[in-house]
């Protein structure tokens, strides 16, 4: 049978509309945000509304061996929702429902619910939903499940799989399962809800999830810092971190402070080598204490200058500034997004180390961290027209994941392994965990069809 007659059944068997097949809509689902030149040509997009959608769709790619990639806003940073050659994407971006219920503190979502609404949607019945990523405004929930996504809180309050009670997940051959419900405890069976959290659509397509929310967070105090380095604004955070446990700890290196100031005015000293935002949430006279105790550690590491406010408007720029530095450092030349993390006393050491590689690589590497997870992430900008700076480029990028293995850490905190990083995961997790990863795919997906590529390297031949 011929891919048009393929695609013809696949045409009839979902309303007019879901599958797209022309070559411009579909080249609008070919690339995730960082365009690392890994994605194919699919033969179609298939714009599911429904769960029931979703299982028609693998349904029929399962029968004809047609590779599946699910896609939710296109956000993500490591090529894991790139498509395929002649495969379909099945996008998620049209199921946006969200159910709140305040009783059991949750919040019930599909996947292509942006993160910010469900912010709003909870904020509504004075409860919160912690995660936010800098794209939190632009990202889907079930980008976020995708690939355990953090954010700025994630210090305090932990990343997405510690909210995530419950799933709807459609499998391989189209089954849909229902994993965990409202219940906060629950521990029947195997940790099936942690399995396919981080797994970045390479075990199953995710469509539905319940959300535990907590009560709203209380309003507090932004401690702003301007060192000489990055190397000591990275002491500085190991202090606090080892004292108290800050709602926000945020780093940013001159570079990329310019970079914001360059492209939309924040306010932020331009001069200043290393800036940490810090926040503290504590109740009463907690939240100053904190405050004294962060600023204590800032000038024991060599701060230049300490601000502190409880104005909401005034936190909110500076916090504005962090969000959107990846926006504005593009505007530099093209980039290669970093996401590597190491334990938190060894901060220093990959902030050193990061330096180091850019300077004998000769390409510039500009760094913004969510530090007290001992999570950062280098920015590569290079010229994507000269083969040469694309070249340094790329070996400056493999450079800083062997730094950030060598020093007992991960490539990847927050964004997931995609494709851009799949080559260097062996290096980190080692041959018999690679051999339990692909025997767990092998499980659920035998015939290799759900997001073929991402995260594990193709096998030889293959």
């Known amino acids: 049978m011929t891919t048009d007659a393929r695609l013809a059944d696949l045409v009839a068997d979902l309303p007019e509309g879901v599958v797209v097949t022309g070559p411009a809509e579909i080249e609008k689902y070919?690339?995730?945000?960082?365009?690392?030149?890994?994605?194919?040509?699919?033969?179609?997009?298939?714009?599911?509304?429904?769960?029931?959608?979703?299982?028609?769709?693998?349904?029929?790619?399962?029968?004809?061996?047609?590779?599946?990639?699910?896609?939710?806003a296109g956000t993500g940073l490591s090529g894991g929702s790139s498509a395929v050659d002649g495969g379909i994407t099945i996008s998620l971006d049209r199921m946006r429902a969200i159910e709140i219920d305040p009783a059991s503190q949750v919040a019930i979502v599909e996947p292509g619910a942006l993160?910010?609404?469900?912010?709003?949607?909870?904020?509504?019945?004075?409860?919160?939903?912690?995660?936010?990523?800098?794209?939190?405004?632009?990202?889907?929930?079930?980008?976020?499940?995708?690939?355990n996504a953090g954010g700025l809180c994630c210090v305090k309050y932990g990343v997405t799989t510690d909210y995530v009670l419950g799933m709807d997940v459609v499998l391989a051959d189209g089954t849909l399962v229902r994993l965990g419900g409202k219940q906060i405890k629950d521990v029947a069976g195997f940790a099936l809800l942690k399995l396919?959290?981080?797994?970045?659509?390479?075990?199953?397509?995710?469509?539905?999830?319940?959300?535990?929310?907590?009560?709203a967070?209380?309003?507090?105090?932004?401690?702003?810092?301007?060192?000489?380095?990055?190397?000591?604004?990275?002491?500085?955070?190991?202090?606090?971190?080892?004292t108290v446990r800050a709602s926000m700890l945020e780093l940013m290196d001159n570079t990329s402070i310019n970079a914001v100031e360059d492209w939309r005015s924040h306010g932020l000293d331009r001069s200043t080598g290393a800036l940490l935002i810090a926040q503290s949430d504590a109740p009463g006279a907690s939240c100053a204490a904190e405050v004294d105790v962060m600023r204590a550690c800032c000038e024991a590491a060599g701060a230049v200058e300490i601000f502190t406010t409880t104005d909401a408007e005034e936190s909110a720029m500076f916090i504005a500034g962090r969000r959107n530095a990846f926006h504005a450092l593009e505007q530099r030349g093209s980039v290669l997004f970093e996401d590597v993390g190491v334990p938190v006393p060894l901060l220093p050491d990959l902030i050193d180390g990061v330096?180091?590689?850019?300077?004998?690589?000769?390409?510039?590497?500009?760094?913004?961290?969510?530090?007290?997870?001992?999570?950062?992430?280098?920015?590569?900008?290079?010229?994507?027209?000269?083969?040469?700076?694309?070249?340094?480029?790329?070996?400056?990028?493999?450079?800083?994941?062997?730094?950030?293995?060598?020093?007992?850490?991960?490539?990847?905190?927050?964004?997931?392994?995609?494709?851009?990083?799949?080559?260097?995961?062996?290096?980190?997790?080692?041959?018999?965990?690679?051999?339990?990863?692909?025997?767990?795919?092998?499980?659920?997906?035998?015939?290799?069809?759900?997001?073929?590529?991402?995260?594990?390297?193709?096998?030889?031949?293959?």
């Not at 075990?203 to 907590?214: A, K, M, N």
Request: charged share 20%.
């Open 30 to 72: 070919r690339e995730d945000f960082a365009r690392d030149g890994s994605a194919g040509a699919p033969i179609a997009v298939v714009r599911a509304e429904t769960a029931e959608q979703v299982q028609r769709a693998v349904r029929w790619a399962a029968a004809h061996g047609v590779p599946v990639v699910p896609r939710g």
């Open 115 to 147: 993160n910010a609404e469900v912010k709003r949607a909870a904020a509504e019945h004075g409860l919160w939903y912690p995660p936010d990523p800098s794209s939190y405004e632009i990202c889907s929930i079930g980008g976020n499940l995708a690939t």
């Open 196 to 215: 396919f959290v981080g797994s970045e659509g390479t075990l199953g397509i995710i469509t539905r999830t319940t959300l535990r929310l907590i009560p």
């Open 217 to 242: 967070q209380r309003a507090g105090a932004t401690l702003v810092s301007s060192f000489p380095d990055m190397t000591a604004a990275s002491r500085a955070v190991v202090a606090i971190r080892a």
């Open 355 to 462: 330096a180091a590689i850019a300077a004998r690589s000769g390409v510039e590497i500009a760094v913004v961290a969510h530090a007290g997870d001992g999570n950062t992430h280098p920015i590569i900008v290079h010229d994507a027209a000269d083969p040469d700076s694309v070249a340094r480029a790329h070996q400056a990028f493999d450079e800083v994941m062997a730094l950030a293995i060598g020093l007992g850490g991960t490539i990847t905190g927050e964004h997931g392994v995609g494709r851009a990083k799949r080559s260097a995961l062996p290096d980190q997790l080692g041959a018999d965990v690679i051999a339990l990863s692909w025997r767990i795919k092998d499980a659920l997906d035998p015939d290799g069809l759900l997001n073929p590529g991402a995260v594990l390297q193709p096998r030889p031949g293959t």
